[in-house]
């Protein structure tokens, strides 16, 4: 019976295929709460929205807003300008957290760690 043979060849090709398919989707998308969020913010940042987006950052009491404003205001540290453009270059999880790098004004990139459990945000080392 060649043809069942060919048929069950067939079936194991479509599963490793369709497997295939599953695993890619699930690491390009693991860490999408955390891309979101960061998306979130820069997108606050980008509409000069920043005590939303500090708020946000949730950040810890050290980290002062006049300190948020140096880092991510319209003289920006990080993007030496304001920031008006972003986009999400790559993310990696890493235990409980996520780095994500992202890449500002179309020529700097930084990278930021989101929490996975409570989604704050730190800088990368």
Same mark, same amino acid.
């Given at each position: 019976? $060649?043809?069942?043979?060919?048929?069950? &060849?067939?079936?194991?090709? !479509?599963?490793?295929?369709?497997? /295939?398919?599953?695993? +890619?989707?699930?690491?390009?998308?693991?860490?999408?709460?955390?891309?979101?969020?960061?998306?979130?913010?820069?997108?606050?940042?980008?509409?000069?929205?920043? $005590?939303?987006?500090?708020?946000?950052? &949730?950040?810890?009491?050290? !980290?002062?807003?006049?300190?948020? /404003?140096?880092?991510? +205001?319209?003289?920006?540290?990080?993007?030496?300008?304001?920031?008006?453009?972003?986009?999400?270059?790559?993310?990696?999880?890493?235990?409980?957290?996520?780095?994500?790098?992202?890449?500002?004004?179309?020529?700097?990139?930084?990278?930021?760690?989101?929490?996975?459990?409570?989604?704050?945000?730190?800088?990368?080392?």
């Amino acid at each position: 019976m $060649p043809f069942l043979a060919e048929r069950r &060849q067939r079936i194991k090709l !479509y599963a490793v295929i369709g497997l /295939l398919i599953v695993l +890619g989707l699930f690491y390009r998308y693991y860490n999408i709460f955390e891309e979101r969020r960061i998306n979130q913010f820069f997108d606050l940042v980008v509409a000069g929205d920043y $005590p939303s987006a500090y708020k946000l950052w &949730q950040p810890t009491p050290s !980290y002062k807003y006049s300190d948020f /404003l140096e880092d991510w +205001g319209d003289s920006s540290f990080y993007a030496e300008s304001k920031i008006t453009s972003f986009h999400l270059e790559s993310s990696h999880s890493k235990g409980n957290v996520v780095v994500i790098k992202i890449l500002l004004n179309g020529k700097k990139e930084i990278a930021l760690i989101v929490n996975k459990e409570d989604k704050h945000f730190s800088f990368a080392p």
